[in-house]
């Protein structure tokens, strides 16, 4: 179909890619905006948060890294194992996508800490003093608790697939299995000669 044809619904063909480019530049400047917006506000607020539930302390600032860095981390993994285990099956792509939304917002507060982390923009340098003052060992804790988390998902998914490899050789073993419809053989009579036999 050249640019010059109509489609059957009466727009020329030129017309509705001029449509469609349009349409992706203003989604394109959309997100760039609101992404400059965010990278010049999430990173600082989310510092002052922390720093909020942390007040200085050691405990408080590793308990809260462990909680946002294990916890969530993993939570979010589980999510994206589930979302790729129920996908083929009935209904799955629904609730795939489901657990996919639940784990981006479970994985928000440790993007919000990358932002931060590493950022380079003078919101994610205000953001890293803050927390070097007011949430001290939050970030380490918060690293030792994804790496954590990470560990118990491998064990994890290597649990799923070793479960589904013994569920696949199960199966493969009665497919092949031949057919033992036949009735067991009966013993053969004892032919030994009895004391009444002799007689």
Not at 183 to 196: F, G, K, N
Request: glycine share 10%; proline share 4%; hydrophobic share 55%.
């Amino acid at each position: 179909m050249t640019s010059s044809e109509v489609r059957p619904d009466g727009k020329s063909s030129a017309s509705v890619w001029r449509n469609r480019i349009i349409g992706g530049v203003a989604l394109l400047v959309v997100l760039v905006v609101t992404y400059l917006i965010l990278a010049a506000f999430i990173p600082r607020w989310w510092a002052q948060r922390l720093a909020e539930m942390v007040s200085g302390s050691f405990s408080k600032g590793i308990g809260w890294g462990l909680f946002f860095g294990g916890v969530c981390t993993l939570v979010a993994l589980l999510l994206l194992l589930f979302a790729v285990l129920m996908w083929r099956k009935r209904a799955g792509k629904f609730l795939a996508g489901a657990a996919v939304l639940l784990a981006v917002l479970v994985l928000i507060p440790n993007l919000m800490t990358l932002s931060i982390v590493l950022g380079a923009s003078s919101a994610a340098h205000a953001g890293q003093r803050i927390l070097d003052v007011d949430a001290p060992a939050f970030r380490g804790a918060g690293l030792v608790g994804a790496i954590i988390a990470a560990l118990l998902f491998a064990g994890a998914v290597f649990l799923v697939v070793r479960r589904q490899m013994r569920r696949k050789k199960a199966a493969k073993q009665i497919a092949t299995a031949p057919e033992t419809g036949a009735a067991p053989a009966q013993a053969a009579p004892d032919a030994t000669p009895t004391r009444h036999n002799r007689l």
